[in-house]
């Protein structure tokens, strides 16, 4: 996460003068096969080792960067490589998901997703502050060397870790449309049906404030890059105060609350902005916000598998992914036209309402629906 977080700021400098347009595209175009590959992606994860999976993923991320370098100047290749990129990320998120239970047991996976999520949440916090300082002293091309070194590391790193998720050794029966069973097994199941809308709904508010961040922070709190930069610290420190929490939750009623009661608090956090339009509340608000958000990461992962079978959590990890991707780069869309028509303030008044409204009626939902028995598709 160190290094796609330079990545993205070096790419988004890069493409700049070529308009909105392409800006777009940059933040888009890894999430395509992220969302429509999650069932591919999810079935391989089913049907081969994990780690190994996750190693050759992992070196497909690193030749994409790689080919993003040779071809920097050339903006239509540079979305084929990221969309390249995409492709390993679609494989090694779920893969790496499945893979935390074995690791950690399934009664500890929850502190270990917590854990996973804590180094990622640095890792983009340290990337996030030192990118522009690491363009300036290496240049747009050695930086992106960077990226693709951390994929090879990490790939060299999982040599070592000797546990394995191997399905091959299961014995299930092959079915027709067995990609599908992921995406089938959230719909059937009323608790991941439940959480899985109501994590996209406010994660679609957040994408709407996250377009509309730059826009308050120059016209409504007249301020600047120093402003920015300690907004979205504020917001990653959240993050990694609410993994923490969230990783000592044990009990899967507990995990249902929390992810509910984390949506009403992020659309609250939300909204203060609207209200309190000074630095000081705003900050707060932020600080708030990625707690909720850090809170329900790990919350809908330890769902997940809870709510899964052994032999499809690798599918409906992807689904899951897949559902979340998609409604951030919706919420990315909409963003620009909430924007344009409602302004900065009302934009950040609109998602909050929107993420609070969201998290109520999961906890109205989930009460209804109680600890029912998961459903078992395959």
Not at 43 to 52: A, E, K, M, S, T
Not at 58 to 72: D, H, T, Y
Not at 164 to 190: I, N
């Amino acid at each position: 996460m160190f290094g796609t977080a330079i990545t993205l700021i070096v790419l988004l400098l890069h493409v700049k003068d070529f308009g909105a347009y392409a800006v777009v595209a940059i933040l888009i175009a890894e999430f395509v096969p992220v969302t429509l590959g999650a069932p591919l992606a999810g079935l391989l994860v089913d049907r081969l080792p994990n780690r190994r999976l996750m190693i050759v993923g992992q070196l497909v991320q690193a030749g994409a960067v790689f080919g993003v370098v040779s071809v920097l100047d050339r903006l239509p290749l540079v979305l084929v490589m990221l969309v390249l990129l995409g492709c390993g990320t679609a494989v090694v998120n779920p893969a790496a998901a499945a893979l935390v239970p074995v690791i950690c047991g399934e009664r500890d996976s929850t502190r270990g997703y917590a854990v996973v999520a804590t180094g990622r949440t640095l890792g983009m916090l340290g990337g996030s502050a030192a990118g522009g300082l690491l363009v300036a002293a290496l240049g747009t091309r050695d930086a992106l060397y960077l990226d693709a070194a951390t994929y090879l590391a990490q790939a060299c790193l999982l040599g070592f870790v000797r546990a394995e998720r191997d399905p091959r050794g299961t014995r299930t029966r092959r079915r027709r449309g067995a990609a599908m069973a992921g995406a089938r097994h959230v719909a059937a199941d009323p608790v991941l049906r439940v959480a899985q809308v109501s994590l996209a709904l406010a994660m679609l508010g957040v994408m709407i404030a996250d377009v509309a961040n730059v826009f308050y922070v120059i016209d409504v709190l007249h301020g600047g890059a120093a402003t920015l930069g300690i907004l979205h610290a504020a917001w990653m420190i959240g993050v990694f105060i609410g993994v923490r929490l969230a990783g000592r939750v044990r009990t899967e009623r507990v995990l249902l609350t929390g992810l509910g009661l984390s949506c009403c608090t992020m659309g609250a956090a939300m909204l203060v902005p609207a209200l309190l339009p000074f630095a000081a509340p705003v900050a707060a608000g932020y600080l708030l916000g990625g707690a909720a958000n850090g809170v329900q990461n790990v919350c809908n992962q330890g769902l997940v598998r809870s709510r899964t079978p052994q032999e499809l959590r690798g599918r409906v990890f992807a689904a899951a992914g897949a559902i979340l991707i998609g409604s951030n780069v919706l919420g990315t869309v909409l963003g620009g036209a909430v924007v344009a028509l409602a302004g900065a303030r009302w934009s950040f008044a609109i998602a909050g309402a929107a993420s609070l409204l969201a998290g109520l009626a999961a906890l109205r939902a989930l009460r209804a629906v109680g600890m029912t028995k998961p459903a078992s598709v395959t």
